[in-house]
Antibody, heavy 117, light 108 residues
Framework: QVHLQESGPGLVKPSETLSLTCTVS????????WNWIRQAPGKGLEWLGY???????NYNPSLKSRVTISVDTSKNQFSLKLSSVTPADTAVYYCARGNYNFPFDYWGQGTLVTVSS | EIVLTQSPGTLSLSPGERATLSCRASQGVSSTYLAWYQQKPGQAPRLLIFGASNRATGIPIRFSGSGSGTDFTLTINRLEPEDFAVYYCQQFGSSPWTFGQGTKVEIK
């Protein structure tokens, strides 16, 4: 069974960098697109970007170059960095698996990140 | 950016009734790249429909999707108590990938 688990600090100060890691088990990270999605409290879903296992990326331009996604195939993990955070970045952050011509079939449980001093 | 507009915002129905949810795109979306998700409180979204009309693994047959171009529909026949949740459509054919704002199906 494929399982994704997000990990990282639950509290980040304004102007600092949010860093999260998603560990994939039950499947290889190779051959898929690995995504980050967030959901502000009481709001809808926002796709942040993806990384292909080869390292190619695609980011949502709304984040204005603040986002970086990287992959470590040796650890079956991928990571999110979001710089210069503000309270508006407070959200539950999800990682999810996608594939060519196929949407997000496996999701992590999500992790709440609060931006506050 | 393709904007997906879901309607209605909230649907109040009783168990056993049929739910019809709409997702309208600001420009054409290939059916291949249109998906529907279900989200319950405190849980991650769950994939229901891919390719506009194909049920994901383990999804009951009461869930069905249809549509093409700019208009897509999710239908839930004979609502079960566990179907009361928020539903999102998503397009992933044109970057940035986008979600609709969601339709909440609540118990009447």
């Amino acid at each position: 069974q494929v399982h994704l688990q997000e990990s990282g600090p639950g509290l980040v100060k304004p102007s600092e960098t949010l860093s999260l890691t998603c560990t994939v088990s039950g499947a290889s990270i190779r051959g898929y697109y690995w995504n980050w999605i967030r959901q502000a409290p009481g709001k809808g879903l926002e796709w942040l970007g993806y990384i292909y296992y080869t390292g190619s990326t695609n980011y949502n331009p709304s984040l204005k170059s603040r986002v970086t996604i990287s992959v470590d195939t040796s650890k079956n993990q991928f990571s999110l960095k979001l710089s210069s955070v503000t309270p508006a970045d407070t959200a539950v952050y999800y990682c999810a698996r996608g594939n060519y011509n196929f949407p997000f079939d496996y999701w992590g449980q999500g992790t709440l990140v609060t931006v506050s001093s | 950016e393709i904007v997906l507009t879901q309607s209605p915002g909230t649907l109040s129905l009783s168990p056993g009734e049929r739910a019809t949810l709409s997702c309208r795109a600001s420009q054409g979306v290939s059916s291949t790249y249109l998906a529907w998700y279900q989200q319950k409180p405190g849980q991650a979204p769950r994939l229901l429909i891919f390719g506009a009309s194909n049920r994901a693994t383990g999804i009951p047959i009461r869930f069905s999707g249809s549509g093409s171009g700019t208009d897509f529909t999710l239908t839930i026949n004979r609502l079960e108590p566990e179907d009361f949740a928020v539903y999102y459509c998503q397009q992933f054919g044109s970057s940035p990938w986008t979600f609709g704002q969601g339709t909440k199906v609540e118990i009447k």
